[in-house]
């Protein structure tokens, strides 16, 4: 079963039923029993970093998280915030992220007389920088939606999965094992996100 | 670069999907729940829906039928019409939408823009504006579907719920609805000028041309537009419709 982790942020119904429509059941729920069991997680969320974290931090769902993703490998996609969460901490707050990329969240900076508006919020192009089963049988020119302020800057750059392009390239997407996030959201990406979801669902470790 | 989004706005009232020439006249266009089924299938950028009577009529927002459309919608999904409180929206996002527009409640409560960012992000919050010219040729901002003169200026109110954390405004020309006559290119390129959130230009378009002008030519982010989607020929067929992405970036290219 693929639990979409309820804390208290954003919209998780659309995740479920894309889920639904590509023939995946899942269950949103923040209860730890359900959360033991589960056999793939996601971690939405929107809105700004410390709102997020901190309700993350009052579910007390985080050492048992800690011990699913880094210990028992499960596969685990963010996505939004939820995926800025993954990191070590953002310039949007003060709170520690989750620390499972070694990554931070920077503020869209554009050179002057190059400002774009923030947030960059819409749909854009996004590239592949390495091949992934995420990406198994993607459409051309695969866009997704986006709306967001802050963008991931990996410390790695073998971790950055997907980037795209808003006044320079960013990371869109990052994978370090059965550790996953995407800025986008794919849950209202058409068959771009419905494809993202698909291959998450029938991921398997390799 | 963002891709430029193309916006189709549809009307309810009493659950069925109409369409209005210069906010009067609904005409029936048929089933919301079917006409998202067919802009999923048409891949469209985002969907507006917009209740017509909600407000006028003090009705509740149709949260029943807003959950079932949210349901089948696989893109962005924005609701206005009827919201009077924070609660009104916790609901509406609740059910799945993403996005709310303020129109007659932020006259009459601005701070319920700034409550709604607090919480929602400004992301979530539009504020729609319905602007129409007086006979001295002004623009003044109207609310209740159309029928309540606010004297405000269109600018210095858009400034205005900018200023309380609107993240986009979507410009509405009474005059332009529905008549397929392109964009009021003017107030939008004056909206869009005064603010720094994304402007959506509405009301106007009749051709798929017409929909890269305020992009090209008023400084808007995004277009929007309802009757060119809902109808067809110059009887007003109803068919739902919207351009292959070919044919969009091309446009805006």
């Given amino acids: 079963m693929i639990v979409i982790i309820d804390y208290g942020v954003g919209n998780l119904g659309s995740i479920r039923n894309m889920l639904k429509k590509i023939g995946h059941s ?34 007390g769902l985080v050492a048992l998280l800690h011990q699913k993703v880094m210990e028992e490998k499960t596969p685990t996609l963010g996505i939004c915030l939820g995926m800025q969460l993954m990191t070590k901490g953002s310039e949007e707050g003060q709170e520690a992220g989750l620390g499972w990329v070694d990554a931070q969240c920077v503020r869209f900076r554009f050179d002057e007389g190059k400002k774009l508006k923030v947030p960059h919020m819409g749909w854009n ?17 695969p866009r997704f939606y986006f709306v967001h302020s802050f963008h991931l800057q990996c410390n790695n750059a073998q971790d950055v999965f997907l980037t795209a392009n808003y006044g320079y390239d960013f990371t869109a997407s990052f994978v370090v094992d059965n550790v996953m996030g995407v ?10 996100g419905m494809q993202i979801l698909k291959n998450f669902a029938t991921y398997v470790a390799s | 670069m963002a891709i430029t989004r193309v916006i ?18 609904p005409k029936y266009v048929g089933d919301p729940i079917n006409a998202v089924r067919i802009f999923n ?16 009529e003090g009705k509740p927002v149709p949260l029943a039928l807003l959950q079932d459309i949210a349901t089948e919608c696989f893109m962005p999904l924005c609701y206005g019409g009827g919201i009077r409180s924070l609660k009104d929206i916790q609901q ?37 504006m319905d602007v129409k010219k007086n006979l001295f040729g002004k623009w003044q901002v109207w609310t209740k579907g159309g029928t309540v003169n606010t004297k405000k200026d269109p600018v210095a109110w858009a400034k205005e719920v ?78 739902i419709q919207y351009p292959g992405q070919q044919v969009l970036r091309q446009l805006f290219s």
């Fill in chain 2, 92 to 128: 509406i996002i609740q059910v799945g939408v993403e996005k709310i527009a303020l129109n007659t409640i932020a006259h009459e409560q601005p701070q319920l823009i700034q409550e709604a960012a607090a919480v929602y992000g400004s992301s979530s919050v539009v504020v729609s």
């Fill in chain 2, 162 to 239: 900018e200023a309380l954390g609107a993240g986009e405004l979507m410009v509405q020309s009474i005059d332009k609805d529905g008549t397929m006559s392109g964009y009021d290119l003017e107030l939008i390129r004056r909206v869009a000028q005064a603010v720094e959130v994304p402007v959506i230009a509405c009301s106007g378009a009749g051709t798929v041309e017409d929909l890269a002008r305020p992009i090209k030519e008023a400084n808007a982010s995004a277009v929007a537009a309802g009757s060119l989607f809902v109808f067809h020929g110059k009887h007003r067929a109803v068919l």
């Fill in chain 2, 41 to 56: 299938d048409k891949e469209v950028d985002e969907l507006v829906f917009l209740d017509i009577t909600a407000s006028t």
């Fill in chain 1, 183 to 192: 800025q986008f959201h794919p849950e209202k990406s058409h068959k771009f």
């Fill in chain 1, 125 to 141: 192009y996004v590239h592949a920088q390495k091949e992934h089963a995420l990406f198994d049988g993607m459409f051309e020119a």
């Fill in chain 2, 8 to 25: 189709p706005v549809l009307l309810l009232r009493n659950q069925g999907l109409v369409k209005s020439v210069k906010f009067k006249a």
């Fill in chain 1, 26 to 59: 899942s269950e949103i729920s923040s209860d730890p029993e359900v959360i033991k069991n589960a056999e793939k997680l996601i971690l939405p969320g929107v809105g700004a970093f410390d709102a997020g974290m901190s309700k993350l931090n009052e579910t």
